[in-house]
């Protein structure tokens, strides 16, 4: 009995593993992946059925489209077709009553000397609304308010009340008999087919773009029961109405806002889309080897095709495999991989997750296994270092398990590669399955469309300017496309590729090094190529404006504790994401089973990341990227960390009492949290050397980093990250004398309040309680 896995069979038999998965579930077999083995029974079928059918039925079946086609488009304008008839018009009397033909007159008699706010409205007249000057929306129906009302913008309500309207009323069956007449007149001079608007008219705008004087539309308003003046806005019903009764076509502008093209999204069309090269970003722990294994990739595949081609580090490279193109993002490690879903871009196809065969799981493995996790990308395992003696990938492979990640071989669907990134073992095994991953998810583009995409890495370069790496996403990127990247503009003047070359074109999922732009852009930053330099300059500049703006007034734009309840009353939130960080694993998981289980009317906490120790820069561009509130538990951020946390805006909660987060959390969660008292940190300080004195205890000769430290100051003792002691100021002293405070830069004495377990290497978090003044 022969059994092959479906990949394998595939690549002997010349087909996609897809073609060939389709041609089992079409036969009755249920089928995992494209690593499930087959047997003898459906090897056979499938020999018979592979004989019988050409290879192109099978592709046909893969051609299928999956998505929605959409078509992609720079045009500013896209038009959207109303028409209303004449008849709508005709039906309505004054009061906007919906009445027949012969019965008018009557009507209009009956209801002009009883404006009674009669609402028996049939169709449409809820939107008819006519706005006065300032926009404001009047009542919905035409005369439909009673007659005392003095609102002059309501239509058929003056100050003077029911005398006018009466003779209004009386005039309005003449001119109603005119209308008609006059109408037909109106006809025989040319009209437009149709106008196109965008929101309202005033009469005045209505009436040019129909090539009618305004006393015409007045008139017809008149007719209706609506005294309006040529200044007066027309809503979109009304001009609709109106327009239909010339029969004339509206046409609603819808106006894009191209200065915001991120929020289009990429807009792949089906019907033109083609396979591009799938985009890889290598993760994993310190020292389990990505960059080794980016280099070795690189190495055997870069150089030995392209002969005499130099590589150059311009953030991705592209290498050729089985004659197919895979891009690795060239900066590992999981800060650049969020920070890009941070800023919006989602550059990365699958995720190659490193793990050392002699080290096993770690916990950047497990954070790297969260952060692919959060941007729903597939993951592919490499079990580095089998060269080593005491390698064990077994026991990588429990432990991935154990994350959830099980081996295909074990009844998981997860890849697993054992290499040698050093030896260069298992590199086309990788890269084999790179592709497997690729195929199945068919990753598409339309090369024809202008270029779409976003930054890998971008500097200032003393003698060229500002220089970006971009990895074109959608589209094709030229040289001398006018180009809007992040906030920056200009004319792709030099494009080089990985290899160091010049190149006039790149194609989606080419990372390329351009010049010619007016600014710095930053990584993760979205560009897109318009029609014309003056297009992208203006663009370019809004854009700048905007983000000006936006950092002016954004405050807090990520979630905090403080204002989670005005989100969830707001119905923004119904997933709070949560990151938690823990001296221990023990308080780990008694936070996280905590958390899970608070239970605030259909509010759910997520755990995206929960870890040992202290709180990372890693950590918080998670959580801004996926809009998360950090806990610490006994643990502090770096400086770097809080440096980050600040810019990024993201709302980090420490305690030391397990009950203190899940009752200000719930407390937040129910709109309850008191924040009368904020710490505030206000200085840092290193410990430098310690004495011990009997009478006194331990005395800790610090030296002041940041800020300042004070006698009365709160202060925390933090060793590698987790916090080991929080409590008070005993004495602080400036050589021998007391000191009241101490500033950044001077040395000082300080022993803590019944506690003497001071270490030289610790640091102090001096800090402060702050009344929070109400917003
Ligand atoms: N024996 C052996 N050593 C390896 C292998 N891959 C990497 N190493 C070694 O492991 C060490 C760390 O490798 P790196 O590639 O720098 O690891 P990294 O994951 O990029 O590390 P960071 O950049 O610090 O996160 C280096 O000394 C490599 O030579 C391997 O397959 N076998």
Same mark, same amino acid.
């Given at each position: ?53 050409? #290879? ?16 992609? /488009? ?10 209303? /008839? ?7 009397? =004054? ?7 012969? /019965? ?18 049939? @169709? ?6 006519? =706005? ?7 009542? %919905? ?11 002059? @913008?309501?239509? %058929?309500?003056?100050?003077? +009340? ?28 040319? $009209? ?28 017809? !308003? ?15 019903? /009304? ?69 005499? +081609? ?31 879903r ?11 997750? &490193? ?15 969260h952060?692919?996790r959060a941007a729903k ?57 790179? $592709? $497997? ?17 976003? #930054? ?59 010049? %010619? ?11 897109? &190529? ?26 807090t734009s990520k979630v905090s504790l403080d204002d989670l309840f005005e989100k969830i009353k707001e119905g923004e939130m119904k997933e709070i994401n949560v990151v938690i ?9 008694? !936070?996280s089973g905590s958390l899970k289980k608070i239970d605030v009317d259909g509010v759910k906490i997520n755990i995206i990341h929960a ?11 998670l959580a801004s990227a996926s809009n998360a509130i950090i806990i ?18 993201v709302d980090?909660r ?8 899940i009752?200000e959390m719930e407390a937040a969660m129910k709109g309850m949290l ?13 410990? =430098? ?5 009997? =009478?006194? +205890? ?9 800020? !300042?430290? @004070? ?11 987790? &916090? ?47 009344? &929070?003044?109400?917003?």
């Amino acid at each position: 009995m022969s059994k092959m896995r479906i990949y394998e069979y595939a690549k002997e038999h010349h087909v996609t593993s897809k073609e060939v998965i389709d041609i089992l579930e079409n036969i009755g077999f249920t089928i995992k992946s494209h690593m499930s083995v087959i047997e003898d029974n459906a090897i056979n079928q499938l020999n018979r059925k592979l004989n019988k059918k050409t #290879v192109s039925a099978g592709q046909q079946a893969k051609a299928e489209p999956k998505k929605k086609n959409t078509e992609g /488009t720079v045009n500013q304008t896209k038009t959207k077709e109303k028409k209303v /008839t004449h008849q709508t018009l005709e039906k309505r009397d =004054r009061n906007g009553n919906a009445f027949k033909g012969k /019965t008018a007159n009557n009507s209009v008699g009956e209801n002009s000397r009883n404006n009674s706010g009669n609402n028996n409205v049939r @169709s449409n007249s809820g939107n008819n609304n006519v =706005r006065n000057k300032n926009g404001n929306s009047k009542s %919905g129906n035409w005369g439909n308010k009673p007659s005392g009302s003095n609102d002059r @913008s309501e239509f %058929g309500n003056n100050p003077n +009340g029911g005398r006018r309207k009466g003779r209004r009323g009386n005039n309005q069956g003449r001119r109603r008999g005119n209308f008609s007449a006059s109408s037909r007149e109106k006809m025989e001079i040319k $009209l437009p087919e149709k106008i196109t608007i965008s929101g309202s008219l005033t009469v005045g705008q209505f009436a040019e773009k129909l090539g009618r004087p305004s006393t015409d539309i007045i008139k017809k !308003l008149m007719v209706l029961g609506v005294m309006a003046t040529k200044n007066q806005d027309l809503d979109k019903d /009304t001009i609709e109405l109106l327009a239909g009764d010339y029969g004339v076509r509206v046409e609603e502008e819808v106006i894009v806002d191209e200065a915001s093209f991120e929020d289009e999204g990429l807009e792949i069309d089906e019907k033109t889309a083609v396979l591009r090269p799938p985009v890889v970003t290598i993760m994993g722990h310190v020292d389990h080897g990505k960059t080794t294994l980016l280099d070795s990739i690189r190495h055997t595949k870069v150089t030995a095709g392209e002969a005499g +081609g130099i590589t150059q580090h311009i953030g991705a490279y592209q290498v050729v495999h089985e004659g197919k193109k895979i891009t690795f993002l060239d900066t590992p490690g999981h800060a650049a991989f969020t920070t890009m879903r941070a800023r919006g871009a989602e550059i990365t196809d699958i995720t190659v997750l &490193v793990v050392a065969a002699d080290d096993g799981v770690m916990p950047q493995t497990v954070e790297a296994i969260h952060h692919a996790r959060a941007a729903k990308v597939p993951i592919i395992v490499a079990v580095n270092k089998i060269d080593k003696p005491n390698a064990n990938p077994d026991h990588v492979m429990q432990e991935l398990s154990e994350q959830g990640l099980v081996p295909e071989d074990w009844g998981g669907d997860t890849i697993f590669v054992k290499i040698s990134a050093k030896k260069g073992i298992g590199i086309d095994d990788l890269l084999e399955m790179i $592709l $497997l991953v690729a195929e199945v998810n068919e990753y598409k583009a339309n090369p024809e469309k202008p270029a779409r995409g976003a #930054v890998i890495e971008a500097e200032l370069d003393k003698g060229k300017g500002p220089v970006a790496t971009l990895l074109v996403q959608n589209g094709a990127l030229r040289i001398g496309d006018a180009i809007v990247v992040g906030n920056t503009f200009g004319r792709v003047r030099a494009m080089v590729n990985d290899l160091g070359r010049r190149v006039k074109k790149a194609t989606p999922s080419t990372p390329v090094e351009i010049t %010619g732009l007016n600014n710095v852009p930053q990584a993760g930053d979205q560009f897109m &190529v318009f029609e014309d330099e003056k297009k992208a300059r203006q663009i370019g500049e809004t854009r700048a404006e905007r983000a000006l703006i936006t950092e002016r007034k954004e405050t807090t734009s990520k979630v905090s504790l403080d204002d989670l309840f005005e989100k969830i009353k707001e119905g923004e939130m119904k997933e709070i994401n949560v990151v938690i960080k823990a001296d221990v694993q023990g308080s780990v998981e008694a !936070l996280s089973g905590s958390l899970k289980k608070i239970d605030v009317d259909g509010v759910k906490i997520n755990i995206i990341h929960a870890g040992v120790g202290g709180i990372s820069e890693s950590d918080i561009i998670l959580a801004s990227a996926s809009n998360a509130i950090i806990i610490g538990f006994n643990v502090r951020p770096d400086n770097h960390a809080k440096d980050v946390a600040d810019q990024e805006k993201v709302d980090i909660r420490l305690y030391r009492v397990i009950y203190d987060a899940i009752d200000e959390m719930e407390a937040a969660m129910k709109g309850m949290l008191d924040p009368e008292y904020k710490e505030k940190v206000i200085g840092q300080l290193d410990v =430098r050397t310690t004495f011990k004195v009997s =009478r006194i +205890g331990t005395i800790a000769g610090c030296y002041v980093t940041d800020g !300042l430290i @004070s006698r009365d100051a709160g202060i925390r003792l933090v060793r590698d990250g987790v &916090v080991i002691y929080e409590g008070h100021v005993d004495t602080l002293k400036r050589f021998k004398d007391d000191a009241k405070e101490v500033k950044a830069g001077f040395e000082c004495g300080v022993t803590l309040e019944n506690f003497n377990d001071i270490k030289e290497g610790d640091t102090m978090e001096a800090y402060v309680m702050e009344e &929070v003044q109400p917003k």
